[in-house]
């Protein structure tokens, strides 16, 4: 049995930063799951179909090149609000549950453990991993942090804007009827309003090393 960290939370939250910097500290593999419903909307768009549509989006789902995943056409806010219209279809989450369980279940490169991060993760692909974390900000500081990163890139968008689209995103998450986001009862809340990248982490750790701890003792490997 592999060892299971979730990182669950809502859009730009740090959870994707938190979830890297949990793998590499424990030697863990990586999986960001938001890049798969991102890749199935990347097909439907390229296909000219419609995310909110089940035969487009499934096909989009059954056809995701994996090799795509770091790409960084797939980050753009068009591609994030269409994903999420995918992700609220059963038959798409569906498609892509074997291949999450399947990560966790034998982590690439015969890492000990893995550290997976979504929105349903603690929930529903992984209920019983050995330590849960739920990661959030008020929508304010999310959609100024999202607006440095992308004028980091060289994007000029309107902060309002963006603070709007991620209070549609979170909620159209919280609200699908199928995997909502939700915080897992045995999750830990970690708010990371008022925490730069570097206290978050530390946060993050004092949360999971312990379970981590006891995980490894349990079950040792050599
Ligand atoms: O984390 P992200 O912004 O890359 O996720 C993009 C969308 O994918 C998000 O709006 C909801 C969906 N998603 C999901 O429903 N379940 C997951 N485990 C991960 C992402």
Do not use: C
């Not at 603690?122 to 900000?137: E, H």
Request: hydrophobic fraction near 45%.
């Amino acid at each position: 049995m592999s060892i299971v960290i979730a990182v669950d939370g809502t859009a730009a939250s740090g959870k994707g930063t938190l979830a890297k910097r949990l793998a590499r500290h424990f030697g863990f593999a990586h999986m960001d799951s938001g890049a798969l419903y991102r890749l199935t909307a990347l097909a439907v768009l390229a296909n000219e179909g419609d995310p909110a549509r089940e035969a487009d989006a499934l096909k989009g789902a059954r056809s995701i090149d994996l090799s795509r995943a770091g790409d960084p056409a797939i980050r753009t806010d068009i591609i994030g609000k269409a994903a999420s219209q995918v992700a609220a279809i059963p038959s798409v989450r569906a498609a892509l549950h074997d291949f999450q369980k399947n990560f966790l279940a034998h982590p690439p490169g015969g890492s000990p453990g893995a550290v997976m991060d979504g929105r349903d993760i603690g929930t529903v692909i992984a209920p019983d991993a050995n330590a849960k974390l739920f990661v959030d900000a008020a929508p304010e500081v999310r959609a100024h942090r999202r607006w440095l990163e992308l004028s980091g890139m060289g994007i000029g968008r309107n902060e309002a804007e963006l603070l709007a689209e991620i209070v549609a995103r979170d909620h159209a998450d919280r609200t699908r009827a199928v995997s909502p986001l939700k915080q897992a009862p045995d999750a830990d809340l970690l708010d990371t309003t008022s925490l730069g990248i570097e206290p978050a982490f530390a946060a993050a750790l004092r949360l999971v090393q312990p379970r981590i701890d006891s995980a490894l003792k349990a079950s040792p490997r050599g």
